[in-house]
């Protein structure tokens, strides 16, 4: 009886504890869910923010026109669906591989204006003057987004320019539905809309999903686009439009800053990690740099013994981020105005060096980390789509206003938003942007000088072949974002539907917090990884970023990956 007892309270004990236990292990474990597959196509594929966008891609494709044809058209067409991103006022970045397996990479950010000035933002007190930067006509980079698909077409492009821009203008002309998260985006930014613009523009409407947008001076201006090529936009009447309309708010672009504006062909940053080849943008954006940082730092580290998502994978990450994200805001600026040594930043044996102080016992704080030292030496909207066609080229295009609808200068008689990229440049040392970014003298403003940019668009190729094609909005978030996605497919055999479901984290040396998804993580993993000295913010934030991704599967068909957290869809044949 007494040792019954005994036995009872035992067998008790031990039921109590390996409950516990197994709580611990499942909370520990990543989350069992249902495998999610995108749309899976055999040929070609256009994933971007709006089914319409990648409607029109994919029928570029589908009438022979290849990736960069189709580049053109989604981009047109993203300004017209998705103006709280998608532009001909702002900039971005395409980085490519064809067919062939040539590699390259396009820059078309914008460029502050020639009047610009290192101070340009502060007040005689030498403090930042709220909103400056972000709302309103000062806050206009010279457009780069025309510049940049006529660069593209004239080098790569097949069919003829009118085939590409015609159905955009349709577009605009028919008008466009007003998705829910798009009429819930516009009303919260009616507020913004009356502060920077002199008259009620287009959009500032109580909107509500399924409500027609149509754009008929859009149309007009992208009429002059179609038929004087880069000129209907950066001479004559839509030139005069947007300078008449940003100095009457009392801005500094003026028609010489469109005049002399150039997209620019650059090398790509392309580095190995394990047995892929990852080819990414390059200054001025720090995507491809931090992203080789980061994965480097990584690469040492046994993966497959490491949980995704659990306390050591979210620690390991945010190490190697801490550390190239303290880099980030003192070495990088515009490639064209400063000396970056990109080559050492992204030289193993420094960042394995950078890595040595990092302990799975407790976290490094940020304080405690500044840049490396070298031999002799971010509503926020962004949007990415991704390409491959059926000759096997592919494209990989982040493009930005910066924040949501950018200045909020909505130009009188163009019909189309101007950019607040000017908030990328590091206005005063230590005072962070919309982001949180901290810069250095590296990202300092200068006339003609292109803002850091966060922006990665990146091809993955594995044994000489096209793997992956990846890239998100997101600011300052961005990086983290793409790396999650590489992570998630080569070393944890995700889909790429599946990896882009997947839950975020994110952390960028300052402010030192970890960013997680709410709901994405569970409590035992947030609790241990506090208990080691982590700081957590959960937060809904549009900044973790809608990745637009596609996967080249093994049996050659692709599979896509539209980010659900937006409107997002995959359309290919
Ligand atoms: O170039 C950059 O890094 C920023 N202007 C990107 C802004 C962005 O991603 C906003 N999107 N959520």
Redesign the pocket.
Known sequence: MNFSKKNDNFLKRTLLLTCISLLFIQCEAPTKKEKTTGLISQKAMVVSAREEASQIGSDILKKGGNAFDAMVATQLALAVVYPV?GNIGGGGFMVYRTNEGKTGALDYREKAPLASSKDMYLDKEGNMIKQKSTLGAMAVGVPGAIAGIFEVYEKFGSLPIAELIQPSIDLARKGINVTKKQARSLNRAREKFALANNYTILLDKEWKEGDKLQFEELAQTLERIRDQGKDGFYKGETAKKMVDYVQELGGILSLKDLEIYKAVWRKPVTFNYKDYTITSMTLPASGGICLAQILKSIEPFDLSKIKHNSTKYIQLLTEAERRSYADRAHFLGDIDFVDVPVDSLTNTEYINKRMRSFSWDKATKSSDISHGKLKGY?S???THYSIVDPFGNAVSVTT?L??GYGSKVFVKGGGFFLNN?MD?FSAKPGVPNVYGLLGSKANAIAPEKRML???TPTIVEQNGKLKMVVGT???ST?ITSVLQNIINVVDYGMGMQESVNSPRFHHQWLPDTVLMEPNGFDSITKANLKAKGYHITERNT??IGKVDAILVLPNGTLEGGADHRGDDTAVGF
């Open positions: 991103a971010e926020d909207e962004t930005t910066n924040t990229e990328d940019s966060s922006m909005p997101g600011g961005i549009l900044i």
